[in-house]
């Protein structure tokens, strides 16, 4: 069992930043993909970033490439979501996730751990 609890949101304005952080208990959190999603208000949620277990390899998605970066600390169990630029669009709550091992196979997919979510709000 992987326990998951993110930190970070709150209220930017456009073109501002935020580092979201995922604080992992639980198994060991070295041996997980961590991945972020988002879900904005009557959107389904949607995959947001990657990375692989030794922090190698990350997917990003289109709609964040170039303003989001994921990365991770296996020494402090934690990954974190730096958002550059941020946009209106970009207001959603945000939510950690994490896989069953360290699988780089389909990262966009089939999460077994999930946080509560953090409340990311941009305004215009």
């Known amino acids: 069992q992987v326990q998951l609890v993110e930190s970070g949101g709150g209220l930017v304005q456009a073109g501002g930043s935020l580092r979201l952080s995922c604080a992992a208990s639980g198994r060991t959190f070295s041996s997980n993909v961590m991945g972020w999603f988002r879900q904005a208000p009557g959107k389904e949620r949607t995959f947001v970033a990657a990375i692989s277990w030794s922090g190698s390899s990350t997917d990003i998605a289109d709609s964040v490439k170039g303003r989001f970066t994921i990365s991770r600390d296996n020494a402090k169990n934690t990954v974190y979501l730096q958002m550059n630029s941020l946009k209106p669009e970009d207001t959603a709550v945000y939510y950690c996730?994490?896989?069953?091992?360290?699988?780089?196979?389909?990262?966009?997919?089939?999460?077994?751990?999930w946080g509560q979510g953090t409340q990311v709000t941009v305004s215009s």
């Open positions: 996730a994490a896989k069953y091992g360290r699988s780089w196979y389909q990262p966009r997919y089939d999460y077994a751990y």
